[in-house]
């Protein structure tokens, strides 16, 4: 090979390099940034509410509530778990509860820390699958799509419903109503395009990924589309020729959603604050908003929504504080759990799996 050729090629290999690095400081500074403006909020609202009255909302806590309050979320986990568990048996792999009870957990963890509007652990999950299971990587991947896709779905839901209720007791300003109106649609019409996309065949993610100018798509971002849209067909596949089994995970989603009121009231209950229908659709539904927000572990955010629901409500804004770090300490439970099983397991990085699923095409 020409010397020109090799200064040409190393060059290259350089400015890729450079631009990989931009990209990799441009990701952590956004993180560290969140983190920064989350932890502020977090003081803030503390401080508005003040920890003296934050504490006082538990001087009535019951050890029964509580109790029935980590069953019940527990009972929650074994239904989501079920819910994947459905899907995959429909699939054709029998993969035994409790391991994918610990999958889930791990992948619980991963999402919680990190700043992607409560994603990021479903590379996890979809590893385990493929390195204990032997189950394809776009297959595991869709899997645990699907699972997450109906997850969401039902937070978007919840939390319309939460809203919509704030709309209709409350009188808000007319400015007010319109954002949060406006908000409500855009939100539904991404999940039916999502939904419908997929349906179709036609993607969604790989649609998106594809707003890339090809210049700047490096070997690893080509690779990541394939495996997206690879994904996106078994999908569509499942959606297409599994129709009562989604029927099913949707039911699956309901007793959920009557768990969740569940777990919401015998929370409000150990805050000190006796719960109507209303309040706990309202209280869940903007926890469930809190963590769509791209805030790792939704820090600050979760607080300050249950402050601001229990003040449009007249109800006293510490309570809604206090039933805030209520529901972080039980998320802290389980990712600490989650990272406890990530470390005895050891788990690769998503270059990693996109990598062992390239030696399966």
């Given at each position: 090979?020409?010397p020109g ?111 992607s509007a ?20 776009s297959r ?222």
């Amino acid at each position: 090979m020409l010397p020109g050729h090799c200064h040409e090629r190393r060059s290259s290999r350089q400015a890729r390099l450079k631009k990989k690095g931009r990209a990799y400081m441009r990701k952590v500074f956004a993180a560290i940034a969140s983190v920064v403006i989350g932890i502020a909020l977090f003081v803030a609202v503390v401080g508005s509410a003040g920890l003296h009255n934050i504490l006082g909302s538990f001087k009535d806590f019951s050890v029964i509530y509580l109790a029935l309050f980590l069953f019940v979320s527990f009972l929650i986990a074994c239904t989501v778990t079920y819910r994947w568990w459905v899907i995959l048996k429909s699939e054709g792999f029998h993969v035994p509860f409790i391991k994918l009870a610990l999958y889930r957990t791990m992948g619980y963890a991963v999402s919680y820390v990190t700043p992607s509007a409560h994603l990021g652990g479903e590379p996890v999950m979809a590893y385990m699958l493929h390195k204990k299971h032997d189950i394809p990587t776009s297959r595991a991947f869709s899997s645990v799509l699907i699972a997450k896709s109906l997850e969401i779905a039902a937070d978007i839901l919840f939390g319309c419903i939460g809203v919509f209720l704030i709309l209709l007791r409350f009188a808000l300003p007319k400015q007010m109503i319109l954002f949060v109106i406006s908000g409500l649609a855009l939100a539904i019409i991404m999940l039916g395009l999502f939904f419908t996309r997929l349906i179709k065949g036609q993607g969604f993610f790989s649609t998106v990924m594809k707003i890339v100018p090809y210049p700047l798509r490096s070997t690893y971002f080509k690779l990541l589309i394939r495996r997206v849209r690879e994904t996106e067909l078994c999908i569509t596949s499942f959606l297409r020729n599994r129709a009562e089994c989604v029927l099913f995970a949707v039911s699956i989603s309901a007793v959920l959603w009557a768990l969740m009121g569940l777990e919401y009231m015998l929370a409000l209950r150990l805050v000190g604050f006796d719960p109507t229908l209303r309040t706990i659709f309202m209280a869940g539904g903007f926890v469930a908003i809190s963590y769509l927000v791209p805030v790792p572990a939704a820090i600050g955010v979760l607080e300050a929504g249950q402050y601001s629901i229990f003040k449009v409500i007249g109800a006293s804004p510490h309570t809604g504080v206090a039933l805030g770090l209520l529901i972080r300490a039980r998320d802290l439970l389980w990712t600490l759990l989650g990272f406890i099983l990530i470390s005895h397991y050891g788990i690769k990085s998503i270059r990693g799996i996109l990598e062992n699923g390239k030696q399966e095409s």
